[in-house]
């Protein structure tokens, strides 16, 4: 059994940034893809982002250029940093291990104008 616990979310006003955290409670989390998702209200939850145990990373098309992920394996994190954010970017955010069933808890980012 894997914990994800997120962390970071908050209010901030459009244009600002969050960092969002997701510990894992195993050392396994190192061989995992990790996976960071969002669900705003009334909408499907989807993909944000995801990056492979080595580090290679993937972002939607409407986050490139203003979000990135990092991980740091021997800490069992995985990092959501957040530029520039727009109203849209409100939403739910959840981090997963891919190709398991393993989900955090979730973490509210609110922007506001």
């Known amino acids: 059994q894997v914990q994800l616990v997120e962390s970071g979310g908050g209010l901030v006003q459009a244009g600002g940034s969050l960092r969002l955290s997701c510990a894992a409670s195993?050392?396994?989390?190192?061989?995992?893809?990790m996976g960071w998702y969002r669900q705003a209200p009334g909408k499907q939850r989807e993909l944000v982002g995801s990056i492979t145990r080595t580090g290679i990373t993937t972002l939607a098309d409407s986050v490139k250029g203003r979000f990135t992920i990092s991980r740091d394996n021997a800490k069992n994190t995985v990092y959501l940093q957040m530029n520039s954010l727009k109203l849209e970017d409100t939403a739910v955010y959840y981090c997963h291990a891919l190709f398991t069933s393993y989900w955090g808890q979730g973490t509210q980012v609110t922007v506001s104008s």
């Open positions: 195993r050392s396994s989390f190192s061989i995992s893809t």
